[in-house]
T-cell receptor, first 115, second 114 residues
Framework: EPEVTQTPSHQVTQMGQEVILRCVPISNHLYFYWYRQILGQKVEFLVSFYNNEISEKSEIFDDQFSVERPDGSNFTLKIRSTKLEDSAMYFC?????????????FGPGTRLTVL | AQKVTQAQTEISVVEKEDVTLDCVYETRDTTYYLFWYKQPPSGELVFLIRRNSFDEQNEISGRYSWNFQKSTSSFNFTITASQVVDSAVYFCALAMDSSYKLIFGSGTRLLVRP
């Protein structure tokens, strides 16, 4: 069964450093998403991406965040200058269509630890 | 404003007991979508079910069943004859036609003891 994959599974970085989290969505999916989950808390939406542009973003997704689909298979989340409060599990998700007719399937997550 | 409330923070049951996880949602949209996801200790989010607002039929899938009631804005999840492998955090989520995002509840941690 096709699945969303994410690398790395765990990333440790120093405050102020840039990190790139990578995702490979399910191959025939057209909508891509990033969510984050601070330890022990609810899952929060960051951004959705369709047709090579951001379709929606949350208040969390400020100027230090960016997303990109650099090729036909990868979808990345970049955090330019990490802060301690960016420590969280970051989930990538994809759907074949938007949620009106489809379901978002999540990857296993990348745990980001900012020291 | 849209919101999902899972009032039960943690539930502990003994194996083979039935357990119901509550979910109450708020939205002014007339068309919306409800989901349940499971997050086992390994951390991934596993899709369980999706319900459209115009389809109030309850659903059963093996030991799992879901009760959708628009009158009370609830979408409750019941596990029959619980098993240790059901131990996980369960999230209820809401999506609207007007947005791409899923709005998650705070989750219910279910512990099934042998």
């Amino acid at each position: 069964e096709p699945e969303v994959t994410q690398t790395p599974s765990h990333q440790v970085t120093q405050m102020g450093q840039e990190v790139i989290l990578r995702c490979v969505p399910i191959s025939n999916h057209l909508y891509f998403y990033w969510y984050r989950q601070i330890l022990g808390q609810k899952v929060e939406f960051l951004v959705s991406f369709y047709n090579n542009e951001i379709s929606e973003k949350s208040e969390i997704f400020d100027d230090q965040f960016s997303v990109e689909r650099p090729d036909g298979s990868n979808f990345t989340l970049k955090i330019r200058s990490t802060k301690l409060e960016d420590s969280a599990m970051y989930f990538c998700a994809s759907s074949e269509r938007d949620q009106r007719t489809d379901t978002q399937y999540f990857g296993p997550g990348t745990r980001l630890t900012v020291l | 404003a849209q919101k999902v409330t899972q009032a039960q923070t943690e539930i502990s049951v003994v194996e083979k007991e039935d357990v119901t996880l509550d979910c109450v949602y708020e939205t002014r949209d007339t068309t919306y979508y409800l989901f349940w996801y499971k997050q086992p200790p390994s951390g991934e989010l596993v899709f369980l079910i999706r319900r459209n607002s115009f389809d109030e039929q309850n659903e059963i899938s093996g030991r799992y069943s879901w009760n959708f009631q628009k009158s009370t804005s609830s979408f409750n999840f019941t596990i029959t004859a619980s098993q240790v492998v059901d131990s996980a955090v369960y999230f209820c989520a809401l999506a609207m036609d007007s947005s791409y995002k899923l709005i998650f509840g705070s989750g219910t941690r279910l512990l099934v003891r042998p």
